[in-house]
């Protein structure tokens, strides 16, 4: 399928039987065409790639889409395939402006033509690169899982790191917990489980690994915040178990029976306790843009009745409930100040998780769900926001959010677009969507990542876990990764 800018509204020459022009005579129909992904009315960047879509409608045979002027035919299957090079000049030219977008569906002998809708095309661009995990429904086993990065200019996926395609139990490794520097590429890191274990840290082309473990801290890393400008990253470090329910509507919970955080430095390959306590499992560190405050969770442990704290905490599973709290940090001293309650979810019988600042410091994007904090599994998971200039309370980003789980998010670096985890689709698969956030602290509506195929996703057995935004592509080639992986044994860090 071709797509192109039609020059008035002259006839084009059909291509491979598809129509490639507008239709002389239509009828106007009311009823709004039913198209996958759902781009109606969103506000997308001015460098997104292709927004293809198709149209879905068992009585036509035939559809043609005008999208501002860039016409775009197709056959039964409603796959509409747009020109990149056109797109291009559209968003340019549109740039801050709206495109009106008619759908046209050949039904029998004639054409009917839809409503029209529009893509509001945004001042501000969106980074360049997203990168995230392809993880499959599975809870045990590691096998074809990855980490990837997308460039959302156009449709080309590359490979990070992979772990093994068949399983192997000598192999059988997990990755996760990609993170990466101010949005910046050279400093990056993700944890290896199980075989070949340890966490790999990059600085530039070269990378080795590392292993945190220590008598004095509870265990490894886990959930990590680099420093916005220094070698220091900041970790949860947990001890996670997974529950299956029976009764219970949400069927998987995952739970923190301890957790603590902890202050690894990257150059000295130093770690040291942050916070460790016995009576509040602390998670999810973030730092703000300017590196002063570490923002992260917080969830009061309940009263031990005897010893078995894992069995008590997993039949309190839905009263376990995370506030958002700050420390100040001494760069100079490398030492923190007192907590502060930033979000006081568990007063009104809700919980908080992944704390993220946005890059001009004015709001705290988090999570908001009915409890717990892996909020990827929990239908009532939405996008909140607390403005932090002027102390506003928190509100939903209603807009953004569904009636599923939304969970997972980052920032761009220019503050006006969030990726995050959805499973508004099916209810069983995260995918990434994309929400444009205006000068006023709202989200627009949120659009899924477009891919060459509109059917991409649907196919696609597999969850893209971690969103996260960079300006620049993984500098390690994965031919470094795996052998730091699979063939160097981990350093490890010095406790301080």
Request: charged share 20%; hydrophobic share 35%.
């Amino acid at each position: 399928m071709i797509c192109f800018v039609a020059v008035a509204i002259a006839l084009l020459s059909a291509c491979s039987g598809r129509p490639t022009s507008l239709p002389a005579t239509f009828t106007e129909v009311a009823d709004s065409a039913c198209i996958y992904p759902d781009y109606r009315d969103v506000t997308i960047p001015p460098n997104i790639a292709p927004l293809n879509f198709m149209v879905v409608d068992d009585a036509a045979d035939a559809f043609v889409a005008d999208l501002g002027g860039l016409v775009c035919g197709a056959g039964s299957d409603g796959k509409m395939d747009i020109d990149t090079a056109a797109w291009r000049s559209l968003l340019t030219a549109q740039r801050g402006k709206d495109i009106e977008v008619r759908v046209y569906a050949r039904r029998g002998q004639g054409w009917v033509r839809h409503p029209a809708f529009r893509l509001s095309v945004a001042e501000e661009p969106i980074d360049s690169f997203l990168s995230y995990r392809l993880i499959e429904p599975g809870y045990e086993l590691y096998r074809q899982l990855g980490l990837y990065q997308r460039n959302l200019t156009n449709f080309t996926q590359t490979t990070i790191y992979e772990n093994n395609r068949s399983y192997d139990n000598d192999e059988n490794h997990c990755v996760n917990c990609h993170n990466y520097q101010n949005y910046d590429t050279e400093r990056m890191l993700f944890h290896v489980r199980a075989a070949h274990g340890g966490t790999v840290v990059t600085n530039g082309r070269e990378a080795h690994k590392i292993a945190i473990k220590h008598d004095s801290i509870l265990a490894a890393g886990v959930y990590p915040s680099w420093h916005p400008t220094q070698p220091l990253v900041a970790f949860s470090t947990n001890k996670t178990g997974q529950v299956f329910h029976l009764l219970y509507p949400e069927k998987i919970e995952v739970l923190d029976t301890e957790s603590d955080l902890i202050l690894y430095d990257a150059e000295r390959n130093q770690v040291s306790n942050i916070l460790r306590s016995t009576d509040a499992l602390e998670t999810f560190p973030c730092w703000t843009p300017d590196g002063t405050r570490l923002y992260y969770c917080s969830a009061k442990m309940p009263e031990l009745e005897g010893e078995n704290t894992e069995a008590l905490i997993t039949s309190r599973f839905d009263s376990l409930l995370y506030d958002i709290y700050s420390m100040p940090f001494d760069l100079a001293t490398r030492t923190f100040g007192e907590p502060r309650l930033e979000v006081d979810a568990s007063s009104q019988g809700m919980s908080c998780s992944v704390p993220r600042i946005s890059p001009d410091g004015h709001y705290l994007l988090y999570t908001y769900g009915r409890y717990g904090q892996f909020h990827i599994w929990h239908k009532s998971a939405d996008l909140w926001v607390k403005p932090l200039s002027n102390d506003l309370a928190p509100y939903p980003l209603t807009a953004a959010n569904s009636p599923d789980a939304d969970s997972y998010h980052s920032w761009s670096s220019n503050g006006r677009w969030i990726v995050f985890s959805s499973r508004r689709d099916d209810g069983n698969f995260t995918r990434p969507y994309i929400a444009y956030f205006d000068r006023q602290g709202q989200a627009r509506r949120a659009f899924l990542l477009p891919q060459r195929d509109p059917e991409y996703n649907q196919l696609l057995l597999k969850s893209f876990n971690v969103p996260e935004l960079t300006r620049s592509a993984v500098r390690v080639t994965i031919e470094e990764l795996n052998h730091v992986v699979r063939h160097t044994e981990a350093q490890v860090a010095a406790y301080k």
